[in-house]
């Protein structure tokens, strides 16, 4: 169901403080991972679990870079290994909590869930946080009751936007008539687009023209597990230009969105996402405005997608229709699968 051997977003990194009580818990792809700091700074990430009776770790407290069971008082390093058993002066073989390899980049936090051996800081998705100088940003976090694979698909395939999104994001029915050009990755899809001559979006209609037209440069980049790297520049409509080449009209607003989805279990994700403009063509109170919507949009997804749950889970084995926007989510999801059934292989011959 999930793949081990990738890199899972556990939040944004100001979520986890030095604080005594900063013990920060996230359920990913089923299993419960315990972050915290040392005193230093350095994060620490752990199976959430004692080892003497499976006692979660989270209800315990810090004691310097360790953490004390408050079951019944092991106390454990950050390497996992147990240093005190109260009552006991040997510890006992086999008193180590699983630590998991855990990388701090571009502002997100990443888990590696499989071998601590492969895991390979170079895998983690490109991307730009709120830290970078070049940029205005605001984060923010939602839970969404569905499955992650029908967020990919939700992700892959942004025609959706004129019927889902009609009273944020959409300005007319075009997004429904995209042609997109999906790249293969080993571990991923890259697509670009152009949407063109469309009025602006219902959120910002309100600060143009009625006759305002625009062209949006879409460039795309998701990985596996389920990450959209989505950049939005919007220009000013270009007169003649090819369906599917970018518009070389002047550049009104460059947007830029990172957007992690991490499986809790079988049934629901967190979604850890950011969108913004370049310093350069930032304007005051539109990053407000963006951020405000984003929030909206994805609250209109979520309606959709867990809408769509619960109909998969009251239908199962129905039948499905593909249709022409299904490109995107099949590449996507054919990308999964291999990496899947390559896990579910080296399992077996193991």
Not at 65 to 78: E, N, T, V
Not at 287 to 298: E, I, K, P, Q
Request: hydrophobic share 40%; with cysteine; proline share 6%.
């Amino acid at each position: 169901m999930f793949v081990r051997n990738a890199w899972y977003c556990a939040g944004w990194d100001e979520a986890v403080g030095i604080g005594a009580n900063d013990l920060v818990v996230r359920q990913i792809a089923g299993r419960s991972i315990l972050l915290y700091r040392t005193g230093e700074g350095r994060l620490v990430a752990m199976e959430d679990r004692c080892p003497h009776r499976s006692a979660p770790l989270s209800l315990g407290r810090k004691e310097g870079d360790a953490i004390r069971c408050m079951y019944h008082g092991m106390l454990f390093g950050p390497d996992g290994a147990c240093r005190q058993v109260p009552g006991m002066d040997r510890i006992p073989e086999g008193a180590v909590a699983a630590t998991l390899p855990v990388v701090e980049k571009d502002n997100w936090i990443w888990v590696w869930l499989g071998d601590p051996a492969r895991a390979d800081p170079e895998l983690i998705c490109f991307a730009i946080g709120p830290s970078d100088p070049d940029w205005v940003l605001r984060t923010s976090h939602l839970r969404v009751d569905t499955g992650y694979r029908e967020e990919i698909a939700n992700l892959a395939d942004l025609s959706h936007v004129s019927w889902v999104h009609g009273l944020t994001f959409a300005g007319s029915d075009d997004w429904g008539y995209i042609k997109p050009r999906h790249r293969l990755n080993p571990r991923g899809i890259e697509t670009r687009y152009c949407v063109r001559g469309v009025p602006a979006p219902a959120f910002a209609r309100h600060l143009f023209a009625d006759d305002a037209r625009f062209d949006i440069n879409v460039h795309v980049r998701m990985t596996v597990p389920c990450n959209f790297i989505l950049s939005f520049a919007v220009h000013e409509a270009e007169a003649g230009g090819a369906p599917n080449e970018p518009s070389r009209g002047k550049l009104l607003l460059d947007t830029f969105s990172s957007q992690a989805v991490t499986p809790r279990d079988a049934g629901s994700v967190d979604y850890y996402f950011s969108w913004g403009t370049s310093r350069e063509t930032n304007f005051p109170g539109i990053v407000d405005l963006m951020h405000r919507t984003n929030m909206d949009a994805f609250l209109e997804d979520k309606r959709i997608l867990e809408g769509q749950r619960a109909r998969l889970l009251q239908y199962p084995g129905a039948p499905q229709v593909d249709i022409v926007h299904d490109a995107g989510p099949g590449r996507m999801l054919w990308v999964l699968d291999q990496l899947l059934a390559e896990e579910a292989a080296e399992a077996g011959a193991a």
